[in-house]
């Protein structure tokens, strides 16, 4: 059985002529596109970075002794930013689309999770690009501390030497504040 989705109002028949119903794929709704399905697969956003990473550790830190161990954590880091920010901007132009089309949606937390890793540069710009996520208040605030989380945490990893001190005295005003844990 066909289900017309005429207009509402009073009776349909009312005005003296049938409206044809409007066609519409029920299950199109349903269907999710392939970006989404990719978003789901959370590991794609930190494999290749740490193979990258890995690799070159490997071979020029453990076997040549070409480069440091810094150069390798910042090539894998560079390797995870410009991914996850390739895969972020394909993400919110498929997500632009399915909410003009009314389909299936990338859920928030997904296009969240990509940012805090290494995706936010992708992200930010295809905001901007597609004008979409960029007006919504909240997922802009949950926007901005994933980029302020990433950031740190990066710094962290790759000038551990400045991060140290912070941390320590992190430390040492949380044991003043609330006594030794």
């Not at 059985?1 to 989705?5: E, R």
């Not at 029920?26 to 989404?36: G, K, M, T, V």
């Given at each position: 059985?066909?289900?017309?989705?005429y207009?509402?109002?009073?009776?349909?028949?009312?005005?003296?002529?049938?409206?044809?119903?409007?066609?519409?794929n029920?299950?199109?709704?349903?269907?999710?596109?392939?970006?989404?399905k990719?978003?789901?697969?959370?590991?794609?956003?930190?494999?290749?970075?740490?193979?990258?990473?890995?690799?070159?550790?490997?071979?020029?830190?453990m076997?040549?002794e070409?480069?440091?161990?810094?150069?390798?954590?910042?090539?894998?880091?560079?390797?995870?930013?410009?991914?996850?920010?390739?895969?972020?901007?394909?993400?919110?132009?498929?997500?632009?689309?399915?909410?003009?089309?009314?389909?299936?949606?990338?859920p928030?937390?997904?296009?969240?999770?990509?940012?805090?890793?290494?995706?936010?540069p992708?992200?930010?710009?295809a905001?901007?690009?597609?004008?979409?996520?960029?007006?919504?208040?909240?997922?802009?605030?949950?926007?901005?501390?994933?980029?302020?989380?990433?950031?740190?945490?990066?710094?962290?990893?790759?000038?551990p030497?400045?991060?140290?001190?912070?941390?320590?005295?992190?430390?040492?005003?949380?044991?003043?504040l609330?006594?030794?844990?």
């Open positions: 059985m066909v289900k017309h989705n207009p509402k109002g009073r009776n349909r028949y009312d005005r003296g002529e049938r409206r044809e119903p409007v066609e519409r029920y299950y199109a709704r349903f269907d999710r596109s392939y970006a989404e990719v978003a789901e697969y959370w590991p794609l956003a930190i494999v290749p970075a740490c193979l990258v990473t890995f690799g070159l550790w490997y071979e020029f830190v076997v040549r070409a480069i440091s161990w810094r150069v390798a954590v910042l090539a894998g880091i560079a390797t995870a930013f410009v991914l996850n920010s390739l895969f972020m901007i394909w993400f919110y132009k498929t997500d632009k689309r399915q909410a003009e089309e009314q389909l299936w949606r990338i928030e937390f997904r296009l969240h999770f990509w940012e805090l890793f290494c995706g936010w992708g992200a930010l710009y905001q901007k690009k597609y004008h979409h996520k960029w007006k919504k208040t909240s997922f802009m605030v949950v926007f901005w501390l994933c980029v302020i989380l990433n950031v740190t945490v990066v710094l962290g990893v790759a000038f030497e400045y991060s140290l001190p912070v941390l320590r005295y992190l430390n040492e005003a949380q044991e003043r609330f006594g030794k844990g």
